[in-house]
Structures are given as structure tokens and as C-alpha cells.
């Protein structure tokens, strides 16, 4: 079970994330609707929260908005760790799946 420390993310750093991905990187937070979340056809997505170990999206759909929690690959516990995180993550689902190791 994750424990919460005096290093976890600002809601200050939340809100730079956020605004930062919804801004120049909607085709990421798209993929991560489609891929990590399951809703293929999402048509736009937005990030609407992060946490340690989650990220929350606003989901368009055809049939209306939806709000879909996501779990974090891995716990972030600063801005630079939630970065390397998210990039993982698009690399993730832009290539349909981590590679096998």
C-alpha cells in the first residue's frame, strides 16, 4: 500500500501538469482515454486531476462526457517524476503496449 509524504505533488504542480497537458499535449491525454482507460471511442479528453497514483480525465464520447480515474504506471512524488511518468505513458499507448522484456 502507498504511503503519503510531505513529497507528494503540490496542488500547485497539479495545476501546472494539468493546464500544460491539456494545452499542447491533448493527443496524449487522448490516448491515455483510449489506451489506459479503455474508451476507444473517446473523441477529446482533458485532465481534470493527478494525484500520486492517479490521474482523473474528462472524457468525450458520442453518447456524452464521462469522468475516467486512470492508475499511474508508477507513484510520481514531484513535478519531474510525474513528467517522466506521463511520457511513459503516451510512448505506452502510442505503441499499443509496453514492450515485452
Given at each position: 500500500?502507498?504511503?503519503?509524504?510531505?513529497?507528494?505533488?503540490?496542488?500547485?504542480?497539479?495545476?501546472?501538469?494539468?493546464?500544460?497537458?491539456n494545452e499542447d499535449h491533448g493527443d496524449a491525454v487522448l490516448l491515455y482515454?483510449?489506451?489506459?482507460?479503455?474508451?476507444?471511442?473517446?473523441?477529446?479528453?482533458?485532465?481534470?486531476?493527478?494525484?500520486?497514483?492517479?490521474?482523473?480525465?474528462?472524457?468525450?464520447?458520442?453518447?456524452?462526457?464521462?469522468?475516467?480515474?486512470?492508475?499511474?504506471?508508477?507513484?510520481?512524488?514531484d513535478a519531474i517524476e510525474a513528467r517522466n511518468v506521463l511520457v511513459q505513458?503516451?510512448?505506452?499507448?502510442?505503441?499499443?503496449?509496453?514492450?515485452?522484456?
Amino acid at each position: 500500500m502507498a504511503t503519503h509524504d510531505a513529497s507528494s505533488l503540490s496542488r500547485a504542480d497539479v495545476t501546472r501538469i494539468m493546464d500544460h497537458m491539456n494545452e499542447d499535449h491533448g493527443d496524449a491525454v487522448l490516448l491515455y482515454a483510449q489506451y489506459f482507460g479503455g474508451v476507444d471511442e473517446a473523441t477529446s479528453a482533458r485532465m481534470v486531476d493527478m494525484g500520486k497514483e492517479f490521474m482523473e480525465l474528462e472524457v468525450a464520447t458520442p453518447e456524452g462526457t464521462q469522468a475516467v480515474p486512470l492508475q499511474l504506471i508508477e507513484d510520481v512524488h514531484d513535478a519531474i517524476e510525474a513528467r517522466n511518468v506521463l511520457v511513459q505513458m503516451a510512448q505506452i499507448a502510442r505503441q499499443g503496449g509496453p514492450e515485452e522484456m
